[in-house]
């Protein structure tokens, strides 16, 4: 039997954390409207490279494909099945097509089945925030009309859940907040709303608030409060702004700087949450664009290409933090996050939107 | 065989391949026994004839007893070989020795210094296969200045030239054949007992298509062993089909493609623009961004200014410190203040250490349209799919693009209008008359059912556009479009679709892909990149997907732009993208729901590109322009050898559609050497003209409408010049050529090394028959022997009064 994912109250807040990796990215606009900003970056144009991470994330998507358990899931928690779902649709497959139809609809029934009467997915708002994230992908590619109700039932939750400072917690109340929880919701809902599914504006703005006064004059942004500021945060706060449209916050250039200046490297070191921080990382990376983003993306791309296994998972850097005790078994939290990351190049989820 | 011929021309037998070969034609029975016999018998039968003869007919005279015996004797004969099956049989053998293909590459970048080499001994060694004399592993001085200025495509001849007993000793085994490969793949009239190669001036073209020289040459042997397939070339594919499918193909047809690497590997000093992009149109205001990328070698560090004009105005500068490990991309933008089309230049200053061939990389154009005009969109979509997601980002962030009263298009989503239909309150957002309808320019219909539009909607619509001009885009999705809808609103479409059916689903092995048609290579809708080539290789990576609807063939009046190559019945392939005109409005209809995988690599690039030519395409003219002579272009920038293709809308003076089967237009060219293109009328718009023109050398071009009438002389322009792909990545490209050889059988040879070529061919001669087979005895030349023969008999003895 699987072992129940565990979390103590240092996992919590160290652990697990971890999965605002595939969070961040996903945020949309800040408003009903995108932002009124043309498209920038110039696509990648180096066919040779495109072919080689395209090879990687299909060996990956294979491999967790060969994990996924009988109830669909890939674990009993809901981020890593959302993750994982995210995984696929990233490279392109949809519900009712292609290889991995069947896949995806069992995934999404795991998810589903989780929900309690409340509109709950999981156990803690990062599994909600982050299941909730891929059934607004799956939604509108997939006509299951339970899929539809209960995702508009896990959006009201959030809402219902946000705290008078306009952040979340661990817990579907409005109690409490930290960045990691927050930007996990914050991206959920964008998604959501991306699919016309309204969010109060109030709910958005609130939020950004939060997160602008979690700035740190030095550059970044703290965990609760400006506290516990580190490189993850860094990224994390980088990318919320952007995708809710703040682009020329002034709390972000002096952020970015200080992204730029950690090491990408398979070892521990600042971001020793790997995985959450180059996902934050690219993400922000790729939304700022220009000299930032050009030479940024190369190195984390070969880095994970020559990490890769020839079974197609990935492995964690020794001595950081995300082992499997914290993340889970059967590389599925590290391949899917691989994956996820690699997938920056192929521009499908509409969440990734510029 | 002068009497066989006689005989085959008298019976009317005429089958050319037998009447080619008599020579081998010989004489079979289907029953030797009975024949042999029969002739064993010949002369008893002739003695017993006689003597019975010459007891019952006593006293005719010996020789009309003889005339009578050899009568009745051949009688038997005739009718002993008619017995026996008589026929003629040809076993003709056609021994075909195996192909080897040599394919020479004669693009621009085969223009390129073939060095400098890295290692001096391999330089030698290219230079002694060249035919330069080396003595004492050196060269003499001016051998040494005349070798290290070869170009690549020289150095190629030169070795080939050289090649002593190489190609006639291949002769003796193999059909040798010589093409070169441009754009396109031509055969070189070349003796291999006497290798003469044509000159430089002769041999430059504009673009690189490998894949497609492969694949070229496999059709050309027509199923005929290839022993191998010697390709000589830098490797810099430009166009055309990719190398890799190509050597797919090789290696299914049993092909080795012998890759002969011509140029140095070592990376020259350059900056070169490898790709400008811009979104094609902005509206006027707007701030249009330039996306730039950039590849260096050997500047690390190195600060350069990276400038963009319009003309001669600079309208942005940037700087940028190169490093060559990377591409890198920068963006320029400026305000787009003036309506037109514009004519951009990104330009990065020569550097010294830049040799003269790679300075042309430094620059590169694109295309712009400022427009004024704001085009009005209704989007109808059923639910979230992940196309209107995309879609309706992408047009609030066109500001040539607005809704009837918003400045943002309108977007009615189904899902969230059912919602909301049970709020108190809650109002249609669906226009409700004919005129509300027609303010739009162009509605986007996507895949929602027909029974929640409202009542009367469908047939408002079919009225805006057959009356109205309104445009219209029907994007298929599985749900419902367009295969729920009834026979009138599918009469509007540019397809017929298969009954009882709600789509096309590709296997999971087998998905479905896109093909451009000719057509379609050519149309504004489907230009993603001004650059020909690049234009088609970006639709050729385009990822497979695995549904479209299920359409059966074209309409009758229907543009088909792109196919599912996939599926194919008795019409042809089906229609992916169409278009047609309906009464005054045009209708254009997307089989596939997936154009968000177009994003794949370019993101925003290609998919806004793609929907804001889409939108505006069908877009209705407006009332104050639909009467004024519109002339237009596509594409506008094209290659030497490309055509383009000119629209012209015209009318006279009353504003009415002109009449006449054909209209002239008149052509600028760069050398002022006035030329006409004639267009002929559609005969499904009136006032509508289309014609192609192939612009003959490279410059701006300007063509112009003189209705001479009273109405207006308008005008477009277009840009004729060769692609800069050629020169983009100067160095060879190993990895292509080892790709294509290794994928294919092959092997890479380097070109000091071609001497070795025979002992790696393997090839068998491949033996056809002709086998024919025509009975003797079944003709009338035959029968009236017999009866002549016959009649001789009873005619002598009547003659004679003999019974």
Redesign the interface.
Known sequence: MTPRFVFSSDLYRRGLVVLLAASLPFLGSATA????????????????V?ARVEKSVDRALKYLASKQLPDGGWHNNQAINGLSILAFLGR?H?P????YAEVLENGKKAILRSQNDAGFLGGTMYEHGLATLALSEL???D?DPIL?QKLRKAVQLIVSAQSPAGGWRYNPVPNDQDLSVTVVQIVALRAAN???I?VPEQVIEKAVTYIRNSAVPTGGYGYQGQGGATAQTAAAGIVSLQLLGKYDDPSIPKALEFLNKVPVEWKTGPANYFYYFHYYAIQAQYQT???S???WH?KIRELLLSRQNVDGSWDVPDGTAEQANSVGPNKVYWTAMSSLILEI????L?AY?? | MPVLEWFLNTIGYNDREVLTHLDEVTLAFQRPGLFWLGMTLLMPIAVFVYRRQHRNLFPAPKPLLIALTVARTLIFGLLAATLAGPYLKLDHRVEKRPLVAVVIDHSDSMQLPAGPFEIEADALRLAAAAGFAVKDNTLDVESKTKFAGLSRAELAHSVLQSAGELFPKLAETYEVRFYEAKRQLSPLTVDPADVTLPSMEDVVGPATHLGDAVEQVLEDAAGRPVAGLVLLSDGQNTGGRSPADAAHSAAVASTPVFAVPVGTTVRLRDVAVVDMFTSGQVSVGDKAQVSVTIESTGFDGRSVDVQLFDGTTLLATRKLVLNGAEQQQIELSFEAKEAGNRSLTVSIPIQPEEPAALQPNNTDIALLRVSAEKVKILFIDGGPRWDFRFLKNAMRRDHGLAGRAKADPDIILDTEVARKASVPGATSPYPATLDDLAEYHTVILGDIAPNRLPEGFLGLLRQAVEERGLGLIVAAGPRATPHGYDSDFQDLLPVRLKTGVTGSSAPVYNPYHIDVTPEGDLHELLRLNEDGGRNREAWAKMPPYYWCAAVDRASSAASVLAVNPNVENGFGKMPLIAWQFFGAGRVLFLGTDSTWLWRQNSGDRYYYTFWGQAVRFVARRDESESKKNHLELQPVRVQPGEATRAELLAYDAKGEPRTERTVSVQVQTPDNKPAQIELTADSRQPGRYTGRYLPPLAGDYIVTYEPGDGSDRVDARMKVMASTAELRHPNVNRATLEGLATASGGQVLELSSLATLPEKLKGEPSISHLYREKTMWDNWLMLVLLVVLYSVDVGLRRLVGLT
């Open positions: 409207q995108p932002p009124a900003r043309p498209t920038s970056a110039a696509p990648l144009t180096e066919a040779a495109v392109g949809v009712g097509r292609g290889p939604y509108g590619m006509p539809e991306n699919a016309e309204e664009g220009g000299e983003w050009n030479s190369p190049y192929m521009h499908f509409p939107q510029r």
